[in-house]
């Protein structure tokens, strides 16, 4: 995301917390990507105050802008978080955190902009410990629709790199071992009064080819945007057992113990 939709990630992250309003976690690390200033962090810090906080942060943030947010949200966040680029994911599919440090993985508005999104459920599942929590929301295929339905050669337009679905998304979680995921979707509706304003948030929105510069018409553009949110959450849930092949679950031997019993005499 960039600077003009920011807003629009603050308040989804919201309501990312308020769905975790009844889930019972206890939470001692947590990453966060990517990580933005905004007025969710102090709903964060009040949930965590004592979680350590690992963070991607968004490109074109700067550290002193995050460093304000923190100290506004909570001071102590200050001296329990550990940041780095969210390119260094973008560049090698992999966080910089060992296997099963962190209880949460907190994923706002991110997934959409993947080539394929399994690699990052894949590095979740490997950082997450036992027990823990995967929550994220996404852009869905049918966002700026009515984009889409104007005459060719008004806009260029481009697909989501991801166009998964949240009925793709759940079997995607299932295929890599998270337990009893839960999707929901909500269509939010932005009304513009401007083409300059509607075409700034579609193309922070990542959905034009390239930045849109023309003249249009009046009347030739629609007058608001429409986006498909997707909302999910999953756990991690038998780290031991290998990965299901057949639907039938396979344990590691060295996971399975020998029962010994002392001699009576």
């Known amino acids: 995301m960039t600077q003009p939709i920011r807003w629009l990630q603050d308040e989804i992250a919201d309501r990312m917390l308020q769905k975790l309003d009844v889930v019972k976690l206890d939470v001692k690390d947590v ?14 810090a009040k949930r965590y105050p004592n979680a350590n906080i690992h963070s991607l942060s ?33 560049a090698n599919d992999k966080f910089n955190l060992p296997d099963n440090s962190v209880d949460l993985v907190f994923s706002d508005l991110l997934l959409q902009d993947l080539p394929d999104p399994r690699h990052f459920l894949q590095e979740c ?6 027990g823990g929590l995967i929550t994220f929301s996404y852009l869905g295929p049918d966002t700026g629709n009515e984009l889409r339905a104007l005459e060719l050669g008004v806009l260029k337009l481009k697909n989501l790199l991801s166009p998964w ?13 998270f337990l009893d995921p839960v999707m929901d979707m909500e269509f939010i509706s932005l009304d513009y009064q401007s083409d300059a304003l509607l075409m700034a948030d579609a193309g922070a929105l990542k959905l034009l080819q390239m930045p849109a510069i023309e003249q249009f018409k009046s009347g030739v553009l629609p007058q608001k945007m429409t986006l498909e949110v997707v909302y999910g959450h999953a756990w991690v849930i038998g780290k031991h057992l290998t990965k299901a092949r057949d639907n039938i679950a396979y344990i590691d031997i060295n996971q399975i113990g020998r029962k010994t019993r002392s001699d009576s005499a």
């Open 165 to 177: 679905d949240m009925h793709d998304m759940g079997d995607a979680l299932l295929g890599e071992r």
């Open 31 to 44: 990453l966060i990507v990517p990580d933005f200033p905004g007025k969710h962090l102090a709903s964060f």
């Open 58 to 90: 968004e490109e074109g943030i700067s550290g002193f802008d995050m460093w304000r947010s923190k100290a506004l949200s909570n001071w102590r966040s200050l001296f329990n978080r550990n940041a780095e680029p969210i390119a260094s994911y973008l």
């Open 125 to 130: 599942w490997r950082i997450l410990r036992e």
